[in-house]
């Protein structure tokens, strides 16, 4: 290693080789530079501003205005591919200095090779930031995040975040493309595996758990990455479900359901955000200077960078906003684009809109600066191979402890959504089992997409190895895969030995879902049922007349009317991770009692999406004592009720709640009401369960949701316990945008419930008695168009 060109770089800044990171971590500061007004940001980032600031200042004195813009660019490497490639010569970039940052590149000796390159190959010296798409793990990968979302579990999920950070960092990343915090109604999008379901106040939540683990609380630590929330914004609700597809709503809708969970994130300290490929009312996100300089920077004091998605920019082209990429390439750096991700427009025609006047030398220095404090907050000017360990890969990557709470996340996660005469857990001796599916004993689906580096064809615990391991000799496995999960699988090719199978045995597990290639980006469907002919399958087996259970895997909400008609037990596992298939046998057998809920609702049929639990009542509600009357919101064929709604999961053993005692029946300003039931294991399994408060705003100035998730809490309960669990309600917690788009909460009467689910509650209610105003009218988004 060659640290004598580092020294160099902080010499020809004029502060001397003895002025190092490490040095300037002693005085924690909480903000890069003065906030500004209206500033509500709380970063959590601990440097020293005025040295950090000075150091940058005099090193991007020395800088050229093509240095500058090469920091603005960031490629990708050949060792991994998330996306169409435009640029094969990433190496010769970096040489030239043309490169800021690189991604899909991994392990200690490939980073460090590249980082050799920018430190001892170019005029400065400045080190190269690695990023990666680290969404549920990096090496160990845990379920995908929808399914730790329905683990309900912050503590969990943020350990999570912290071993994925804690593997990438080991391997030479700085910098995670997650969490991604869309709110998505809408199942047909395949980027509902990625998130945290259709919620606002759980997906905060997690969003803020997701942060806090990848970043921790000292961006210099080398257990750490920087997170980067996307897509901002409104990407979730992209139009028929289509990835990539136009995203329209009212400003109220945006700011009340789809921006929360951004701004708890920038709350958080998030390093980095990433601009959504969708446009907005028009406006693609990468252009918005509405969302990306009014709200971001301004209104919120977001003091990160801001990167593009992948060629986001170029898009705007086939979009109809930019005439051409030198005209896209202005419309994104003047809205507040920060870095370029993989379309090189900065670098083709940055220099030359700058010397039309087309844009300004303050913006790319703007843009310039917030890259290299994240650069210096971790550490990279002092030491730029720091991260490129491989002692510490070797003794970091796949330790026991990380495996074990992959595991247990991944328990965690299982929502068991039907379990009709106990058929579940089953006997571990005594009984044969017949396990028949495509996802029974497939490697590479157990992981799911945005796998990161988990080593997909050789790593994962499959169902079938999960089996076997958990019962060794007591108990006959007969396994035949029996069915496809090919769109296009219509006969009956592996149904006699399937049968076969099933004749030999007591009781039928099913492994059946979606093939891991079905969801995530790019992974739209027009269809939520089960694909191939897994069904065809299912109603063969049925004619056994043996008890059935069906193992879900699977990245969204799916429409199985007849398996929740016909089959006695459902556990929904989602892709469970590297070790999935030892956490399913756990679950299946009761050494796991499940204990998840469901972050999103599951539909009965594909017309009813979106379909949603806090959705707004019409002027002609449906009357569920005249579920036939005409002339009222329903569908003529199907009732209007989910299959499974939000919040719901069932557990070994029952649970009964006590009704809702309030602390008063009146709430005012200043002050708070506590709101308690008292849950009771009824059953005969010791078990956790989760405990949802919900809150109805009865009338408003806008109209209002039928009901909001405003707190939860997760307790376990042995068998006969009762425990009292309390929910503190707050004035704040009723806030929203009323019609003058001014945010604040209004009096009148309100609907409080707590219960198992969004539909098994308990009720009361009290009085708000004062409106206040929290915060002014908000000027409409189209006022900010440049």
Request: net charge negative; hydrophobic share 35%; aromatic share 10%.
């Amino acid at each position: 290693m060659k640290l004598n060109k580092i020294t160099k770089l902080f010499a020809l800044v004029g502060l001397g080789a003895s002025l190092t990171l490490a040095g300037c971590m002693d005085t924690p500061n909480a903000s890069v530079r003065p906030a500004k007004e209206n500033s509500v940001s709380q970063t959590i980032w601990k440097d020293n501003s005025t040295q950090m600031d000075q150091f940058i200042s005099e090193l991007m004195a020395k800088m050229t205005t093509e240095e500058k813009i090469g920091q603005l660019n960031l490629l990708t490497s050949n060792w991994d591919t998330t996306g169409p490639t435009m640029s094969d010569d990433y190496l010769e970039q970096i040489k030239s200095g043309k490169v800021g940052a690189i991604f899909n590149a991994f392990t200690a000796k490939y980073t460090k090779e590249l980082q050799r390159v920018a430190v001892e190959e170019t005029r400065l010296g400045i080190p190269l930031l690695f990023g990666y798409d680290v969404i549920h793990g990096h090496r160990t990968i845990f379920p995908i995040s929808l399914g730790e979302a329905a683990s309900w579990d912050m503590d969990a999920i943020r350990e999570g975040s912290r071993i994925a950070a804690t593997e990438a960092a080991a391997e030479g990343i700085h910098w995670t493309f997650a969490p991604m915090i869309d709110i998505s109604r809408d199942p047909r999008w395949g980027r509902v595996s990625e998130g945290s379901g259709e919620d606002v106040f759980l997906s905060t939540e997690i969003a803020r758990a997701r942060v806090q683990g990848f970043q921790g609380d000292d961006l210099k630590a080398l257990d750490t990455v920087l997170a980067c929330a996307k897509h901002y914004a409104a990407y979730g609700q992209a139009q028929a479900g289509r990835d990539y597809h136009t995203t329209n709503m009212s400003e109220r809708e945006l700011w009340d359901t789809y921006l929360p969970p951004f701004k708890a994130t920038v709350d958080e300290g998030a390093a980095s955000f990433m601009t959504a490929f969708n446009e907005l009312n028009g406006i693609p996100a990468t252009g918005s200077n509405f969302l990306l300089n009014d709200v971001l920077k301004t209104q919120w004091g977001f003091e990160g960078f801001v990167v593009t998605d992948y060629t986001a920019i170029n898009e705007m082209v086939p979009h109809g906003f930019a005439a051409d990429e030198k005209h896209a390439g202005e419309l994104a750096l003047n809205a507040g684009v920060d870095m370029d991700m993989q379309g090189s427009v900065f670098t083709s025609h940055l220099n030359e809109s700058l010397e039309e006047g087309k844009v300004s030398i303050e913006k790319i220095d703007n843009a310039v600066r917030r890259i290299l404090e994240m650069k210096y907050r971790l550490g990279l000017f002092e030491d730029p191979y720091r991260y490129s360990d491989e002692e510490r890969q070797e003794q970091t990557i796949y330790k026991p402890e990380f495996i074990e709470a992959a595991r247990d996340m991944a328990r965690k996660s299982m929502v068991l959504l039907k379990n009709e005469q106990q058929v579940l857990p089953l006997k571990k001796s005594g009984q044969s089992i017949a396990l028949i599916g495509p996802l029974a004993d497939s490697k590479q689906d157990m992981i799911g997409s945005w796998s990161a580096a988990g080593e997909r064809w050789n790593k994962p615990v499959t169902l079938f190895q999960g089996l076997k391991e958990k019962l060794g000799d007591q108990a006959k496995i007969h396994y035949a895969k029996g069915a496809s999960y090919e769109f296009d699988a219509k006969g009956t090719e592996g149904f006699d030995e399937a049968i076969a199978a099933a004749k030999k045995s007591d009781v039928i597990v099913m492994a059946m879902g979606e093939n891991w290639r079905m969801t995530g980006e790019a992974a739209s469907r027009v269809d939520l049922d089960l694909p191939g002919n897994q069904q065809a399958l299912m109603k063969e087996l049925k004619k056994l007349g043996k008890p059935m259970v069906l193992v879900l895997m699977n990245g969204r909400p799916m429409t199985i009317n007849w398996a929740d008609e016909n089959v006695d037990s459902i556990l929904e596992t989602w892709y469970a991770g590297t070790v999935g298939g030892h956490a399913i046998a756990d679950v299946l057998f009761g050494d796991y009692n499940p204990s998840g809920k469901l972050p999103m609702t599951f539909p009965r049929a594909v017309g009813q999406v979106p379909i949603y639990y806090n959705m707004k009542n019409t002027g002609r509600p449906i009357k569920p004592e005249d579920p036939e009357q005409k002339y009222v919101s329903r569908y003529l064929n199907t009732p209007n009720t989910p299959l499974y709604p939000f919040g719901f999961g069932l557990s070994y053993t029952t649970f009964g709640y006590s009704d809702i005692t309030l602390s008063a029946d009146t709430l005012s300003s200043g002050a708070s009401i506590k709101a308690s039931v008292t849950v009771t294991n009824t059953g005969d399994y010791d078990g956790e369960e989760v405990v949802q408060l919900y809150i109805r705003d009865r009338v408003g100035s806008v109209t209002r949701p039928v009901k909001e998730l405003k707190g939860f809490e997760k307790i376990m309960l042995a068998k006969g316990e009762s425990r009292q669990v309390e929910f503190e309600i707050r004035p704040e917690q009723l806030a929203f945008h009323g019609a003058d788009m001014s945010y604040g909460y209004e009096s009148g009467e309100f609907d409080v419930y707590i219960g198992s689910s969004s539909t098994d509650v308990k009720q009361s209610s009290f009085t708000l008695t004062e409106s206040k105003t929290l915060q002014p009218a908000k000027a409409p988004m189209w006022s900010s168009i440049k």
